[in-house]
């Protein structure tokens, strides 16, 4: 089936480091792919998507870009906050079916 | 915000009780997921609703059901509580079955002692 291949966690960067947490799929067609965000104590917010091959989606100075021929949607910052200590997951949907989630990346920026 | 809200925040209780989780979706939105996260298996899919009907099933044990009322809202109900079923467990809604875009709520911290 369907599946979703995230870097382990934790990640532990300083302030204005930049970010990459790696996203890999294996996936029958051509899936949506997204990154959701969880902050701590709340529930997972949609940070960005992308719906074809080479789409770029982008948020709050997160980008990430669908390449189909490496089967990957990489997440990237170039400066990371404090504020950006969540986990993030990456997660792709077909059609009808619902959400196929990563493990998620548990992201700490230290000051 | 997203738009979806769940009750209640929290919820203790026993082995072998029975709990109801509740969720409205965001008006106008038709379908409702269930996920379970929990520390072992992560993000799991559990069941939709779209519309009042069941749409897809997932990793939904026998032990829990739910359904959609007329009025779009979503109940989970989870029976002879185990205490392997201590998770959060997460409503989403989207428009429509096939939207890309699903909007989570807050979850329900259970904790079954």
């Known amino acids: 089936g369907d599946s979703v291949t995230q870097m382990e966690g934790p990640v532990t960067l300083s302030e204005e480091a930049f970010l990459t947490i790696n996203c890999t799929y294996t996936?029958?067609?051509?899936?949506?792919l997204f990154w959701y965000v969880q902050y701590p104590g709340e529930g997972l917010q949609l940070l960005l998507k992308?719906?074809?091959?080479?789409d770029k989606g982008s948020n709050k100075g997160f980008e990430a870009t669908y390449r189909k021929e490496t089967t990957s949607f990489h997440l990237e910052k170039g400066s990371v906050q404090v504020s950006d200590s969540a986990v993030y997951f990456c997660?792709?949907?077909?059609?009808?079916?619902?959400?196929?989630f990563g493990k998620g990346t548990r992201l700490s920026v230290i000051a | 915000d997203s738009g979806v809200t769940q009750t209640p925040k929290h919820l203790i209780t026993a082995t072998g009780q029975r709990v109801t989780l509740r969720c409205s979706p965001r008006?106008?939105?038709?379908?409702v997921y269930w996920y379970q996260q929990s520390l072992d298996q992560g993000l799991q899919f559990l069941i939709q609703?779209?519309?009042?009907?069941?749409?897809a099933k997932g990793n939904i044990l026998e032990r829990f059901s739910a359904q959609q009322f007329p009025d779009l809202h979503s109940e989970l109900n989870l029976s002879s509580l185990e205490l392997g079923d201590s998770a959060l467990y997460f409503c989403?809604?989207?428009?429509?079955?096939?939207?890309?875009?699903?909007?989570f709520g807050p979850g329900t911290r259970l904790t079954v002692l």
């Open positions: 008006s106008g939105d038709l379908s």
């Open positions: 996936a029958t067609g051509y899936p949506s």
């Open positions: 989403a809604s989207s428009a429509r079955v096939g939207t890309d875009t699903q909007y």
């Open positions: 992308a719906t074809k091959a080479d």
């Open positions: 997660a792709l949907k077909k059609g009808n079916t619902p959400l196929v």
């Open positions: 609703y779209y519309n009042g009907e069941e749409r």
